[in-house]
């Protein structure tokens, strides 16, 4: 038990060091994610503290209190791509169609270019 | 019906003048097409013989829809990955603006409509004073449509009318003109289908002056084909609540 804490613990660690380097512009960001894996790594060193909000929301066990946390979390996070998707597409069609105005490949009375 | 700012009077007196040369030489007609191999060259060409400036946007077809337009007197667009008809069409409009266009149509390549609707749609922007006409094949004539073809398009109006509050008897109609003055307010950012719904959404928004014209939609065997399908409207209506929630 102690070795599978000390692992996750490390994972975490690690994880969350790698996405407060990846995650340079915003604070913000920045905290959620320090909040994030704190929140785990809190978990993983008081597992009775999951069990304890769980029961002050009404659920069974710790272990689904924390299965409920991250589904929520995912859908938050595959939200937040869906909107980063969304918003690259936009540039991309801002850059087709530049790239369409520059170069027309057929105007009229001027020699095929196409 | 009283409600359409477009009454049945005005109606009779739209058709009364031609567009003169001056105003087909500060008008532009947008032709989004993608995959129109087949017909490009007619609708093209009857629309020639009508408008004077015309700029196809070709959406990155993977037939020879830019080959077939070789040697026809009109500007062409090549859209380098496929982005969509809605993008195409802001493609069109960004050129006629950048081309001192005062007023521009949006006409559909697959050979739907009619080139002559152009005129009445143009008059009536321009002798009333209007930013937008918007063609209705519901008030004009819907050659050839399937029960469910009218059906879906009943839904999508009824669902339009509901979240604009726009009194409109059509809706995805390709064929409109408007100013270039309302082109900023009218600007296009749902890249595929949902542009139609969204250009109605900008005039509701805008507050923008607007009526219908009559116009013919013919359905033809090819037309059909390419068209939406009925879970086309499913598809639309998605794209419109997810770019609603993005703005």
């Not at chain 2, 015309?54 to 026809?72: E, H, K, P």
């Not at chain 2, 004539?141 to 008897?169: E, K, N, Y």
């Not at chain 2, 109609?173 to 289908?193: E, K, S, V, W």
Request: charged letters at 20%; proline letters at 3%.
């Amino acid at each position: 038990m102690i070795l599978f804490r000390l692992v996750l613990l490390l994972l975490t660690g690690a994880f969350m060091l790698y996405f407060l380097v990846l995650v340079r512009r915003s604070a913000i960001k920045r905290l959620f994610v320090a909040a994030f894996f704190g929140t785990g790594a809190a978990f993983v060193l008081m597992p009775e503290l999951a069990n304890r909000i769980a029961w002050f929301f009404g659920i069974g066990r710790g272990a689904d209190f924390v299965f409920y946390l991250s589904t929520v979390f995912l859908f938050f996070l595959v939200f937040n791509i869906y909107l980063k998707f969304t918003a690259l597409e936009a540039r991309q069609t801002q850059l087709v169609r530049e790239l369409a105005l520059r170069h027309p490949s057929q105007e009229p009375g001027a020699e095929s270019v196409a | 019906m009283t409600l359409l700012p477009f009454d049945t009077a005005a109606a009779e007196t739209y058709t009364e003048r031609l567009v003169s040369a001056a105003e087909w030489a500060s008008t532009w007609v947008v032709v989004p097409a993608f995959n129109e191999g087949r017909v490009v060259v007619d609708t093209i060409g009857s629309l020639r013989a009508v408008a004077t400036n015309i700029v196809v946007v070709d959406d990155c077809s993977s037939d020879d829809t830019a080959l077939q337009l070789d040697g026809m007197s009109v500007t062409v667009l090549r859209h380098a990955v496929n982005v969509g008809q809605g993008a195409a069409l802001q493609t069109g409009i960004e050129w006629a603006l950048r081309h001192g266009a005062l007023y521009l149509v949006t006409f559909d390549a697959d050979g739907q409509h009619d080139p002559h609707d152009i005129s009445p749609l143009l008059t009536t922007l321009i002798d009333q004073r209007l930013d937008i006409v918007l063609g209705s094949r519901f008030r004009g004539q819907a050659i050839g449509i399937s029960r469910t073809r009218r059906l879906l398009l009943r839904t999508a109006l009824a669902f339009t009318r509901l979240s604009t509050g726009l009194p409109v008897t059509d809706v995805h109609n390709g064929l409109r003109a408007f100013r270039a003055t309302a082109a900023p307010a009218l600007r296009i950012t749902q890249d595929r289908m949902a542009h139609a719904s969204e250009i109605l959404d900008h005039i509701a928004r805008a507050r923008l002056s607007w009526a219908e014209v009559p116009t013919t939609v013919r359905y033809s065997g090819y037309s059909v084909t390419k068209g939406q399908t009925s879970l086309g409207a499913i598809d639309i209506l998605f794209e419109l609540l997810f770019g609603r929630l993005r703005r």
